[in-house]
């Protein structure tokens, strides 16, 4: 096991979403079998129907999520129901989250943001089922988000950072804003853990 390394941050130019897709599709050519977590959210949307337009080859691909909605898949709030709409008939393989199930390391873990800090299901203020290991859990945010006001199942922390990279792909000045101040030495988001602590690298695709 390779000893944990202080994470370095970095922002990506352009941070646009061509650029968050030609970085997916850079991973998705290397050699051999690959494992990627999809965020959920709405940032995605874009980037999604970018992947889908482009020849390549998902075959040798897992795909997970690193969070989902406890919503059907039909469900409009269903980050499943987006990401397989996409690429369902890519021939990548999709790994369904089940919680408390010990997860793989991942080549790449593509995370969003929320304007509370919050990446994945972890929110700053949440319920949470804490276990050991890198697994799936249960969260449920405090308050509920308006925009999608249901429980979570999420990769926890360390899921999240037993990967060879993070990309964090946010948009809009107060986003912006928000990494500026964790990383000039805030601590008080979720994002924080993964730009000041110890783990993969991260690289930050911002546009306005
Ligand atoms: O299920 C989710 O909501 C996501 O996984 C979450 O972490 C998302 O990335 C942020 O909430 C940003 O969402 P937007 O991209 O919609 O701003």
């Known amino acids: 096991m390779t000893e944990p390394q202080p994470a370095t941050v970095s922002w990506a130019q352009p941070g646009n979403a061509t650029a968050v897709a030609d970085h997916i599709a850079r991973v998705v050519n290397a050699p051999g079998r690959k494992r990627i977590a999809f965020t959920g959210g709405s940032t995605p949307i874009k980037v999604l129907s970018l ?4 020849p390549l080859d998902w075959s040798s691909v897992t795909i997970a999520l690193t969070d989902d909605r406890c919503v059907p898949d039909d469900h409009p709030a269903s980050n499943f129901g987006k990401i397989h709409a996409a690429l ?36 700053p203020h949440m319920q949470a089922v804490v276990r050991p290991g890198p697994t799936v859990i249960a969260t449920t945010p405090i308050p ?17 950072k037993a990967s060879r990279e993070i ?42």
């Open 51 to 54: 992947l889908k337009d482009r």
């Open 88 to 123: 369902g008939a890519s021939g990548a393989r999709f790994e369904r989250l089940e919680e408390g199930a010990q997860v793989e390391p991942f080549d790449l873990v593509w995370l969003g943001m929320g304007e509370d800090g919050h990446v994945a299901s972890l929110f």
């Open 144 to 160: 509920l988000p308006p925009e999608a006001p249901f429980d979570r199942l999420t990769l926890n922390r360390k899921a999240l």
């Open 167 to 208: 990309i964090l792909v946010v948009t809009g000045a107060s986003k912006k804003a928000l990494l500026e101040r964790v990383i000039a030495g805030d601590d008080g988001y979720p994002v924080a853990d993964f730009l000041r602590g110890y783990g993969p690298p991260v690289t930050i695709y911002w546009s306005e």
